[in-house]
Protein backbone atom coordinates (compact mmCIF):
# COMPACT_ATOMS: atom_id res chain seq x y z
CA UNK A 1 0.00 0.00 0.00
CA UNK A 2 1.72 3.12 -1.75
CA UNK A 3 1.29 5.92 1.62
CA UNK A 4 0.61 9.96 1.17
CA UNK A 5 3.49 11.78 2.44
CA UNK A 6 2.23 12.79 5.52
CA UNK A 7 1.62 8.47 6.33
CA UNK A 8 4.83 8.22 5.01
CA UNK A 9 6.62 10.63 7.72
CA UNK A 10 4.97 8.52 10.33
CA UNK A 11 7.19 4.87 9.11
CA UNK A 12 10.35 6.62 10.07
CA UNK A 13 10.33 7.09 13.55
CA UNK A 14 12.30 5.66 16.29
CA UNK A 15 12.16 1.95 17.79
CA UNK A 16 10.53 1.86 21.07
CA UNK A 17 13.20 1.28 23.42
CA UNK A 18 15.63 3.83 23.94
CA UNK A 19 18.78 1.76 23.23
CA UNK A 20 22.27 2.68 24.88
CA UNK A 21 24.63 3.19 22.75
CA UNK A 22 28.38 3.48 23.06
CA UNK A 23 30.46 4.97 20.04
CA UNK A 24 34.13 3.49 19.72
CA UNK A 25 37.34 4.53 18.02
CA UNK A 26 36.69 2.13 14.84
CA UNK A 27 40.42 1.06 13.99
CA UNK A 28 40.87 -1.36 17.35
CA UNK A 29 37.79 -2.82 16.05
CA UNK A 30 39.05 -3.29 12.05
CA UNK A 31 42.26 -5.02 13.11
CA UNK A 32 41.07 -7.34 15.72
CA UNK A 33 42.63 -5.49 18.81
CA UNK A 34 41.18 -7.78 21.36
CA UNK A 35 41.63 -11.35 21.20
CA UNK A 36 38.65 -13.46 22.92
CA UNK A 37 39.69 -15.12 26.14
CA UNK A 38 39.03 -15.57 29.45
CA UNK A 39 42.39 -16.15 30.10
CA UNK A 40 45.38 -13.54 30.63
CA UNK A 41 47.30 -13.93 26.83
CA UNK A 42 50.94 -14.04 28.64
CA UNK A 43 53.52 -15.50 26.66
CA UNK A 44 51.85 -15.56 23.12
CA UNK A 45 53.51 -14.10 19.92
CA UNK A 46 52.38 -11.08 17.83
CA UNK A 47 48.87 -11.73 16.37
CA UNK A 48 48.92 -10.84 12.97
CA UNK A 49 45.77 -9.87 10.50
CA UNK A 50 45.15 -10.07 7.07
CA UNK A 51 42.24 -7.58 5.63
CA UNK A 52 41.05 -5.64 2.77
CA UNK A 53 40.92 -1.77 2.84
CA UNK A 54 39.51 0.28 -0.22
CA UNK A 55 41.70 3.24 -1.38
CA UNK A 56 40.70 6.91 -2.11
CA UNK A 57 39.66 5.88 -5.64
CA UNK A 58 38.04 2.60 -4.40
CA UNK A 59 39.83 -0.02 -5.17
CA UNK A 60 40.00 -2.68 -2.81
CA UNK A 61 43.95 -3.01 -1.33
CA UNK A 62 45.82 -6.02 0.87
CA UNK A 63 46.62 -4.41 4.18
CA UNK A 64 47.98 -6.17 7.33
CA UNK A 65 48.28 -5.16 11.12
CA UNK A 66 50.57 -6.63 13.26
CA UNK A 67 49.88 -6.55 16.94
CA UNK A 68 52.67 -6.86 19.59
CA UNK A 69 51.76 -7.84 23.45
CA UNK A 70 53.86 -6.69 25.93
CA UNK A 71 55.91 -9.34 27.73
CA UNK A 72 54.43 -8.94 31.08
CA UNK A 73 51.28 -7.98 30.43
CA UNK A 74 50.46 -9.95 27.11
CA UNK A 75 47.37 -9.55 24.52
CA UNK A 76 44.25 -7.55 25.20
CA UNK A 77 41.87 -9.80 25.42
CA UNK A 78 37.29 -9.11 25.58
CA UNK A 79 38.25 -8.35 29.17
CA UNK A 80 39.90 -5.26 28.09
CA UNK A 81 37.66 -4.49 25.59
CA UNK A 82 34.83 -3.95 28.21
CA UNK A 83 36.83 -1.97 29.98
CA UNK A 84 37.87 0.08 26.70
CA UNK A 85 34.45 0.43 25.74
CA UNK A 86 33.13 1.92 29.79
CA UNK A 87 36.34 4.07 28.86
CA UNK A 88 34.91 5.57 25.61
CA UNK A 89 31.89 6.29 27.73
CA UNK A 90 33.77 8.27 30.34
CA UNK A 91 35.57 10.19 27.32
CA UNK A 92 32.16 11.44 26.04
CA UNK A 93 32.08 12.70 29.34
CA UNK A 94 34.60 14.51 28.53
CA UNK A 95 34.70 16.58 25.87
CA UNK A 96 34.88 19.98 26.10
CA UNK A 97 31.98 22.88 25.41
CA UNK A 98 33.44 22.97 22.07
CA UNK A 99 32.70 19.12 21.59
CA UNK A 100 37.30 18.58 21.65
CA UNK A 101 37.99 15.89 23.93
CA UNK A 102 42.03 16.75 24.82
CA UNK A 103 44.70 15.16 27.07
CA UNK A 104 44.40 13.57 29.70
CA UNK A 105 41.63 12.23 30.21
CA UNK A 106 40.89 11.66 33.83
CA UNK A 107 38.41 9.32 35.56
CA UNK A 108 37.67 8.01 38.87
CA UNK A 109 38.27 3.82 38.75
CA UNK A 110 34.64 3.87 40.81
CA UNK A 111 33.09 5.41 38.11
CA UNK A 112 34.41 2.52 35.60
CA UNK A 113 33.27 0.32 37.50
CA UNK A 114 30.04 1.74 38.10
CA UNK A 115 29.54 1.67 34.24
CA UNK A 116 30.78 -1.85 34.38
CA UNK A 117 28.30 -3.26 36.79
CA UNK A 118 31.20 -4.23 39.08
CA UNK A 119 31.79 -4.04 42.57
CA UNK A 120 34.17 -1.65 44.05
CA UNK A 121 36.16 -4.56 45.03
CA UNK A 122 40.12 -3.94 45.70
CA UNK A 123 40.56 -6.34 43.24
CA UNK A 124 38.40 -4.76 40.50
CA UNK A 125 40.77 -1.40 41.05
CA UNK A 126 43.56 -3.45 40.47
CA UNK A 127 42.28 -4.70 37.21
CA UNK A 128 42.04 -1.67 35.40
CA UNK A 129 45.66 -0.41 36.68
CA UNK A 130 46.34 -3.58 35.24
CA UNK A 131 44.19 -2.75 31.84
CA UNK A 132 46.02 0.47 31.51
CA UNK A 133 49.43 -0.56 31.58
CA UNK A 134 48.29 -2.92 28.79
CA UNK A 135 46.49 -0.66 26.52
CA UNK A 136 49.87 1.76 27.10
CA UNK A 137 52.52 -1.24 26.08
CA UNK A 138 50.38 -3.24 23.84
CA UNK A 139 51.88 -1.75 19.99
CA UNK A 140 50.36 -1.69 16.74
CA UNK A 141 52.11 -1.96 13.48
CA UNK A 142 49.79 -0.92 10.95
CA UNK A 143 51.08 -1.60 7.06
CA UNK A 144 47.82 0.79 5.22
CA UNK A 145 45.26 -0.88 7.89
CA UNK A 146 44.84 2.14 10.39
CA UNK A 147 42.88 4.73 8.96
CA UNK A 148 43.93 8.35 10.11
CA UNK A 149 40.67 10.29 9.63
CA UNK A 150 41.96 13.75 10.28
CA UNK A 151 44.16 13.75 7.46
CA UNK A 152 42.66 10.91 5.14
CA UNK A 153 44.91 8.14 4.53
CA UNK A 154 45.73 4.56 5.75
CA UNK A 155 49.12 4.93 7.72
CA UNK A 156 51.85 2.90 7.49
CA UNK A 157 53.89 2.96 10.82
CA UNK A 158 54.32 1.64 14.34
CA UNK A 159 51.56 2.84 17.38
CA UNK A 160 50.11 2.27 20.77
CA UNK A 161 46.84 2.74 21.77
CA UNK A 162 47.75 5.03 24.76
CA UNK A 163 51.06 7.28 25.29
CA UNK A 164 50.97 7.62 28.26
CA UNK A 165 49.05 6.22 31.69
CA UNK A 166 48.99 6.55 35.14
CA UNK A 167 46.85 5.38 37.75
CA UNK A 168 45.44 6.31 40.84
CA UNK A 169 47.91 6.56 43.56
CA UNK A 170 50.81 7.52 41.16
CA UNK A 171 53.14 9.91 41.17
CA UNK A 172 52.54 12.56 38.91
CA UNK A 173 55.07 14.96 37.03
CA UNK A 174 54.45 17.39 39.75
CA UNK A 175 54.92 15.11 42.67
CA UNK A 176 51.60 14.97 43.85
CA UNK A 177 49.64 11.36 44.02
CA UNK A 178 47.13 10.87 41.27
CA UNK A 179 43.94 11.11 42.85
CA UNK A 180 42.13 9.24 39.81
CA UNK A 181 43.46 7.84 36.82
CA UNK A 182 44.59 10.23 34.07
CA UNK A 183 45.61 8.65 30.24
CA UNK A 184 47.32 10.24 27.38
CA UNK A 185 45.63 9.38 24.27
CA UNK A 186 47.76 8.64 21.78
CA UNK A 187 48.01 11.55 18.99
CA UNK A 188 46.18 9.19 16.03
CA UNK A 189 43.46 7.99 18.78
CA UNK A 190 42.71 11.60 19.61
CA UNK A 191 42.47 13.07 16.16
CA UNK A 192 40.24 10.31 15.13
CA UNK A 193 37.79 10.32 17.92
CA UNK A 194 37.65 14.11 17.79
CA UNK A 195 36.93 13.53 14.07
CA UNK A 196 34.16 11.06 15.19
CA UNK A 197 35.94 8.40 13.09
CA UNK A 198 33.66 5.95 15.52
CA UNK A 199 31.45 2.97 15.54
CA UNK A 200 28.33 2.92 17.23
CA UNK A 201 27.55 0.01 19.48
CA UNK A 202 24.30 -1.25 21.29
CA UNK A 203 25.71 -1.11 24.87
CA UNK A 204 22.31 -2.51 26.20
CA UNK A 205 23.16 -6.08 24.26
CA UNK A 206 27.16 -5.73 24.53
CA UNK A 207 26.78 -5.79 28.61
CA UNK A 208 24.37 -8.72 28.70
CA UNK A 209 27.01 -11.05 26.38
CA UNK A 210 28.46 -13.92 28.75
CA UNK A 211 30.64 -15.59 25.53
CA UNK A 212 33.83 -13.85 24.74
CA UNK A 213 33.71 -14.73 21.04
CA UNK A 214 30.44 -13.10 21.43
CA UNK A 215 31.78 -10.21 22.63
CA UNK A 216 34.72 -10.03 19.93
CA UNK A 217 32.34 -10.50 17.58
CA UNK A 218 29.56 -7.85 18.14
CA UNK A 219 31.65 -4.98 17.38
CA UNK A 220 33.05 -6.71 13.62
CA UNK A 221 29.41 -7.59 12.73
CA UNK A 222 28.27 -3.57 13.51
CA UNK A 223 31.32 -2.49 11.33
CA UNK A 224 30.24 -4.71 8.51
CA UNK A 225 26.81 -4.70 8.86
CA UNK A 226 27.02 -0.49 9.22
CA UNK A 227 28.69 -0.64 5.59
CA UNK A 228 26.17 -3.14 3.93
CA UNK A 229 22.60 -1.71 2.19
CA UNK A 230 21.43 -5.12 3.44
CA UNK A 231 22.47 -5.53 6.55
CA UNK A 232 23.78 -9.18 5.46
CA UNK A 233 27.39 -10.11 5.45
CA UNK A 234 28.87 -13.29 4.50
CA UNK A 235 32.71 -13.87 5.73
CA UNK A 236 35.29 -16.59 5.10
CA UNK A 237 36.17 -18.30 8.67
CA UNK A 238 39.88 -18.51 8.11
CA UNK A 239 39.59 -14.33 7.71
CA UNK A 240 37.89 -14.92 11.25
CA UNK A 241 40.02 -16.81 12.84
CA UNK A 242 42.82 -14.24 11.77
CA UNK A 243 40.94 -11.37 13.28
CA UNK A 244 39.65 -12.79 16.07
CA UNK A 245 42.97 -15.03 17.10
CA UNK A 246 41.59 -18.22 17.58
CA UNK A 247 42.22 -21.18 16.43
CA UNK A 248 41.22 -22.58 13.20
CA UNK A 249 39.82 -25.56 12.69
CA UNK A 250 39.31 -27.84 9.19
CA UNK A 251 36.18 -30.09 10.23
CA UNK A 252 32.63 -27.70 9.92
CA UNK A 253 31.43 -29.75 12.85
CA UNK A 254 34.51 -28.50 15.42
CA UNK A 255 33.52 -24.99 13.49
CA UNK A 256 29.83 -24.90 14.64
CA UNK A 257 31.10 -25.92 18.16
CA UNK A 258 33.74 -23.31 18.25
CA UNK A 259 31.65 -19.84 17.16
CA UNK A 260 28.07 -21.94 16.76
CA UNK A 261 26.84 -20.77 21.20
CA UNK A 262 28.47 -17.43 20.54
CA UNK A 263 26.11 -16.48 17.50
CA UNK A 264 23.05 -18.42 19.17
CA UNK A 265 23.91 -16.08 21.90
CA UNK A 266 23.60 -13.20 19.57
CA UNK A 267 20.77 -14.25 18.07
CA UNK A 268 18.85 -15.02 21.12
CA UNK A 269 19.66 -10.58 21.83
CA UNK A 270 17.96 -10.58 18.34
CA UNK A 271 21.40 -8.74 17.20
CA UNK A 272 21.36 -11.74 14.35
CA UNK A 273 18.64 -12.51 13.07
CA UNK A 274 19.65 -15.31 11.40
CA UNK A 275 22.88 -17.09 10.34
CA UNK A 276 24.88 -20.39 8.80
CA UNK A 277 28.19 -22.17 8.03
CA UNK A 278 28.90 -23.09 4.54
CA UNK A 279 31.35 -24.95 2.37
CA UNK A 280 33.32 -21.98 0.25
CA UNK A 281 32.20 -22.50 -4.19
CA UNK A 282 36.40 -23.48 -4.28
CA UNK A 283 35.70 -25.89 -1.17
CA UNK A 284 39.17 -24.55 0.01
CA UNK A 285 37.52 -23.10 3.08
CA UNK A 286 34.39 -22.10 5.18
CA UNK A 287 32.35 -18.84 4.63
CA UNK A 288 29.89 -17.61 7.79
CA UNK A 289 26.55 -15.86 6.15
CA UNK A 290 25.37 -13.56 8.67
CA UNK A 291 21.63 -11.29 8.91
CA UNK A 292 21.42 -8.21 11.07
CA UNK A 293 18.70 -8.47 13.73
CA UNK A 294 16.62 -5.96 15.03
CA UNK A 295 18.93 -4.88 18.19
CA UNK A 296 21.84 -3.74 16.02
CA UNK A 297 22.30 -0.23 15.53
CA UNK A 298 21.74 1.15 12.20
CA UNK A 299 22.29 4.87 10.73
CA UNK A 300 18.78 5.26 10.42
CA UNK A 301 18.21 4.38 14.27
CA UNK A 302 21.24 7.20 14.75
CA UNK A 303 19.55 9.74 12.66
CA UNK A 304 16.08 9.38 14.23
CA UNK A 305 17.43 9.11 18.30
CA UNK A 306 16.52 12.51 19.08
CA UNK A 307 13.14 12.66 17.24
CA UNK A 308 9.36 11.82 18.88
CA UNK A 309 8.09 8.60 18.00
CA UNK A 310 4.73 9.10 16.31
CA UNK A 311 2.05 6.57 16.50
CA UNK A 312 1.26 4.34 13.34
CA UNK A 313 -2.10 3.51 12.18
CA UNK A 314 -3.29 0.36 13.38
CA UNK A 315 -3.11 -1.53 10.41
CA UNK A 316 0.42 -0.42 9.85
CA UNK A 317 1.75 -1.17 13.12
CA UNK A 318 0.43 -4.31 12.85
CA UNK A 319 2.73 -5.41 9.54
CA UNK A 320 5.64 -3.76 11.20
CA UNK A 321 5.49 -5.72 14.74
CA UNK A 322 4.69 -8.74 12.21
CA UNK A 323 7.96 -8.51 10.10
CA UNK A 324 10.15 -7.59 13.45
CA UNK A 325 8.65 -10.63 15.40
CA UNK A 326 10.85 -12.64 12.71
CA UNK A 327 13.86 -10.85 12.91
CA UNK A 328 13.51 -8.16 10.40
CA UNK A 329 14.84 -4.64 11.30
CA UNK A 330 12.15 -2.20 12.04
CA UNK A 331 13.77 0.29 9.76
CA UNK A 332 13.48 -2.18 7.25
CA UNK A 333 10.11 -3.09 7.91
CA UNK A 334 8.62 0.40 7.64
CA UNK A 335 10.77 0.50 4.42
CA UNK A 336 9.12 -2.27 2.76
CA UNK A 337 5.66 -0.88 3.53
CA UNK A 338 6.08 2.47 2.13
CA UNK A 339 6.90 1.11 -1.09
CA UNK A 340 4.20 -1.72 -1.49
CA UNK A 341 1.41 -0.97 -3.73
CA UNK A 342 -2.16 0.41 -2.95
CA UNK A 343 -4.18 -3.18 -3.53
CA UNK A 344 -1.15 -4.92 -1.46
CA UNK A 345 -2.75 -7.39 0.93
CA UNK A 346 0.52 -7.36 2.89
CA UNK A 347 -1.52 -8.83 6.71
CA UNK A 348 -3.13 -11.74 4.76
CA UNK A 349 0.49 -12.62 2.99
CA UNK A 350 2.48 -12.64 6.11
CA UNK A 351 -0.25 -14.90 7.30
CA UNK A 352 0.46 -17.27 4.96
CA UNK A 353 4.32 -16.89 5.15
CA UNK A 354 3.79 -17.75 8.73
CA UNK A 355 2.09 -20.87 8.09
CA UNK A 356 4.27 -21.85 5.44
CA UNK A 357 7.30 -21.29 7.47
CA UNK A 358 5.81 -23.14 10.49
CA UNK A 359 4.89 -26.11 8.01
CA UNK A 360 8.36 -25.91 6.26
CA UNK A 361 10.07 -26.42 9.70
CA UNK A 362 8.00 -30.12 9.99
CA UNK A 363 10.04 -30.75 7.01
CA UNK A 364 13.70 -31.75 5.94
CA UNK A 365 13.29 -28.56 3.34
CA UNK A 366 12.82 -25.53 6.39
CA UNK A 367 12.89 -22.40 5.64
CA UNK A 368 16.33 -21.06 6.97
CA UNK A 369 15.95 -17.48 6.98
CA UNK A 370 12.34 -16.69 7.75
CA UNK A 371 13.22 -12.86 7.60
CA UNK A 372 14.49 -13.09 4.45
CA UNK A 373 11.12 -14.83 3.33
CA UNK A 374 8.95 -12.82 4.72
CA UNK A 375 10.43 -9.94 2.53
CA UNK A 376 10.57 -11.66 -0.35
CA UNK A 377 6.60 -12.79 -0.16
CA UNK A 378 5.94 -9.56 0.25
CA UNK A 379 8.51 -7.80 -2.60
CA UNK A 380 7.23 -10.07 -5.41
CA UNK A 381 3.70 -9.86 -3.87
CA UNK A 382 3.39 -13.57 -3.74
CA UNK A 383 -0.28 -14.56 -4.15
CA UNK A 384 -1.88 -16.03 -0.81
CA UNK A 385 -3.28 -19.72 -2.67
CA UNK A 386 -7.57 -19.28 -2.72
CA UNK A 387 -7.30 -22.78 -0.39
CA UNK A 388 -5.59 -20.76 2.38
CA UNK A 389 -8.21 -18.83 4.64
CA UNK A 390 -6.96 -15.59 6.93
CA UNK A 391 -8.07 -14.39 9.57
CA UNK A 392 -9.06 -10.79 7.41
CA UNK A 393 -10.67 -12.75 5.07
CA UNK A 394 -12.65 -14.71 7.58
CA UNK A 395 -13.85 -11.35 9.02
CA UNK A 396 -14.93 -10.28 5.75
CA UNK A 397 -17.23 -13.39 5.69
CA UNK A 398 -18.27 -12.84 9.44
CA UNK A 399 -19.02 -9.04 8.13
CA UNK A 400 -21.04 -10.19 5.48
CA UNK A 401 -22.88 -11.96 7.40
CA UNK A 402 -23.58 -10.59 10.15
CA UNK A 403 -23.20 -6.47 9.76
CA UNK A 404 -26.33 -5.07 10.56
CA UNK A 405 -26.11 -1.47 8.70
CA UNK A 406 -26.34 -2.50 4.95
CA UNK A 407 -23.53 0.08 3.51
CA UNK A 408 -20.91 -2.31 5.62
CA UNK A 409 -22.52 -5.27 4.77
CA UNK A 410 -22.62 -4.20 1.07
CA UNK A 411 -19.32 -3.27 0.49
CA UNK A 412 -17.93 -6.68 2.65
CA UNK A 413 -19.67 -8.47 0.18
CA UNK A 414 -18.41 -6.59 -2.71
CA UNK A 415 -14.39 -7.68 -1.05
CA UNK A 416 -15.20 -11.17 -0.98
CA UNK A 417 -16.74 -10.94 -4.17
CA UNK A 418 -13.47 -9.55 -5.65
CA UNK A 419 -11.70 -12.50 -3.55
CA UNK A 420 -13.83 -14.53 -5.88
CA UNK A 421 -13.28 -13.18 -9.18
CA UNK A 422 -9.15 -13.05 -8.43
CA UNK A 423 -9.17 -16.68 -7.67
CA UNK A 424 -11.28 -17.41 -11.25
CA UNK A 425 -9.06 -15.56 -12.95
CA UNK A 426 -6.13 -16.87 -11.61
CA UNK A 427 -7.75 -20.16 -12.65
CA UNK A 428 -8.36 -19.30 -15.70
CA UNK A 429 -5.00 -18.07 -16.80
CA UNK A 430 -4.22 -21.52 -15.06
CA UNK A 431 -5.99 -23.11 -17.71
CA UNK A 432 -5.25 -21.30 -20.80
CA UNK A 433 -1.79 -21.25 -20.50
CA UNK A 434 -1.13 -24.98 -19.03
CA UNK A 435 -3.14 -25.74 -22.15
CA UNK A 436 -0.80 -23.84 -24.32
CA UNK A 437 1.96 -25.07 -22.42
CA UNK A 438 0.56 -28.47 -23.14
CA UNK A 439 -0.18 -28.25 -27.43
CA UNK A 440 2.61 -26.30 -27.86
CA UNK A 441 5.58 -26.44 -25.80
CA UNK A 442 7.01 -29.43 -25.39
CA UNK A 443 8.72 -30.63 -22.09
CA UNK A 444 12.84 -29.52 -22.79
CA UNK A 445 11.29 -26.14 -23.87
CA UNK A 446 9.35 -26.03 -20.86
CA UNK A 447 11.87 -27.05 -18.54
CA UNK A 448 14.44 -24.33 -20.22
CA UNK A 449 12.07 -21.94 -19.98
CA UNK A 450 11.82 -22.47 -15.94
CA UNK A 451 15.40 -22.56 -15.76
CA UNK A 452 16.06 -18.96 -17.47
CA UNK A 453 13.33 -18.09 -14.94
CA UNK A 454 14.88 -19.74 -11.85
CA UNK A 455 18.06 -17.68 -12.73
CA UNK A 456 16.86 -14.58 -12.72
CA UNK A 457 14.87 -15.25 -9.61
CA UNK A 458 18.32 -15.85 -8.34
CA UNK A 459 19.89 -13.03 -9.39
CA UNK A 460 17.10 -10.55 -8.34
CA UNK A 461 16.73 -12.39 -5.50
CA UNK A 462 20.49 -12.77 -3.39
CA UNK A 463 18.50 -14.58 -0.26
CA UNK A 464 16.78 -17.00 -2.53
CA UNK A 465 19.21 -19.16 -2.17
CA UNK A 466 18.39 -20.27 1.52
CA UNK A 467 14.00 -20.65 -0.01
CA UNK A 468 13.28 -24.43 -0.48
CA UNK A 469 13.31 -25.84 -3.85
CA UNK A 470 9.27 -25.91 -3.94
CA UNK A 471 8.98 -22.35 -3.64
CA UNK A 472 11.25 -21.10 -6.14
CA UNK A 473 9.39 -23.85 -8.94
CA UNK A 474 6.17 -22.75 -7.53
CA UNK A 475 7.25 -18.93 -8.01
CA UNK A 476 8.83 -20.01 -11.80
CA UNK A 477 6.20 -21.31 -13.04
CA UNK A 478 4.27 -17.98 -11.69
CA UNK A 479 6.18 -16.06 -14.03
CA UNK A 480 6.53 -18.54 -16.95
CA UNK A 481 2.39 -18.20 -16.72
CA UNK A 482 1.99 -14.64 -16.42
CA UNK A 483 4.75 -14.18 -19.86
CA UNK A 484 2.50 -16.89 -22.12
CA UNK A 485 -1.12 -14.54 -20.46
CA UNK A 486 1.13 -11.67 -21.97
CA UNK A 487 1.84 -13.56 -25.64
CA UNK A 488 -1.52 -15.23 -25.92
CA UNK A 489 -3.12 -11.86 -25.27
CA UNK A 490 -5.45 -12.81 -22.88
CA UNK A 491 -7.53 -10.79 -21.02
CA UNK A 492 -6.93 -8.54 -18.15
CA UNK A 493 -8.08 -9.07 -14.66
CA UNK A 494 -10.77 -6.18 -15.42
CA UNK A 495 -12.15 -7.12 -18.95
CA UNK A 496 -12.38 -11.09 -17.32
CA UNK A 497 -14.89 -10.08 -15.22
CA UNK A 498 -16.57 -7.70 -17.69
CA UNK A 499 -16.82 -10.50 -19.77
CA UNK A 500 -17.90 -13.13 -17.24
CA UNK A 501 -20.32 -10.62 -16.28
CA UNK A 502 -21.84 -10.02 -19.46
CA UNK A 503 -22.46 -13.67 -20.10
CA UNK A 504 -24.96 -13.50 -16.90
CA UNK A 505 -27.51 -11.35 -18.55
Not at 457 to 473: C, E, R, S, Y
Amino acid sequence: MRLPATEQQKLFVQPAENVEVVRVEKNLTTIGFFTPSSKTLLGVSSKNVKIQVRSSTGQKIDARATIFPSAEFGLPTTADQDKYFAFQKLIERSRGADGVISNPVHFTSASMLEILGMTQGGRNYQEISVWLRRMTFTGIESEGVVFLAGKKKYARDMFHVFQRAVAVGEILEDGTVAQENYVWLSEWQLDNLNNRHTLPINYDVYKTLQLHIGKALLPLLQLWFYASREQYTEKRYTQLCSLLGIQHYSAVSRIRQQVGPSLDELTRQKFLSNWEISETADGTDYKLRLWAGSTFVSSTDLRVAAKPTPLLLTDQNEIVKALVSHGVREDKARNILMNLPDDHLAIDQIEWAEAEIANKAKTSSPINNPAGFLIYVLQVNHPVPATFVTRHRRRLIEEAREQVEKERAIEAQRELETYEWKERYEEFLVQSTGAHIATHMPGDIVKRALGVIRKKIMQANPLAKGWPAQVIDEYSQRLLREELAMDLDLPSFEDYCKQAQSQLF
